[in-house]
């Protein structure tokens, strides 16, 4: 079975930073990308960034700038700096990962239970 466990939300001031971690682990042959969403209340979940195996990155125009994906191969890790946070960027943050739990089984997705991060004015 592959586990997706995030870690390091919490409540911010505005303006302040905040670190997402999030584990993959269990029976893994290879990661493909990996990336962060977030879902708001009322809202629909949306991508935050994304990185692949070879370190390409992609983020949502809404926080180019302020968030920094990074992943650690090692360690089936992959971390979220988040600094000039901003209310808007109240959220849920889930983990996602793309990746092969085997060579016999195709890549699917797999999904963290999600952080809450909470930021105020």
């Known amino acids: 079975q592959v586990q997706l466990v995030e870690s390091g939300g919490g409540l911010v001031q505005s303006g302040g930073s905040l670190r997402l971690s999030c584990a993959a682990s269990g029976t893994i042959f290879s990661i493909n990308s990996m990336g962060w969403y977030r879902q708001a209340p009322g809202k629909q979940r949306e991508l935050v960034a994304t990185i692949t195996s070879g370190t390409s990155t992609n983020y949502a125009d809404s926080v180019k700038d302020r968030f920094t994906i990074s992943r650690d191969n090692a360690k089936n890790t992959v971390y979220l700096q988040m600094n000039s946070l901003k209310p808007e960027d109240t959220a849920v943050y889930y983990c996602?990962?793309?990746?092969?739990?085997?060579?016999?089984?195709?890549?699917?997705?797999?999904w963290g239970q999600g952080t809450q991060v909470t930021v105020s004015s």
């Open positions: 996602s990962s793309s990746l092969q739990p085997s060579p016999r089984m195709g890549t699917r997705i797999y």
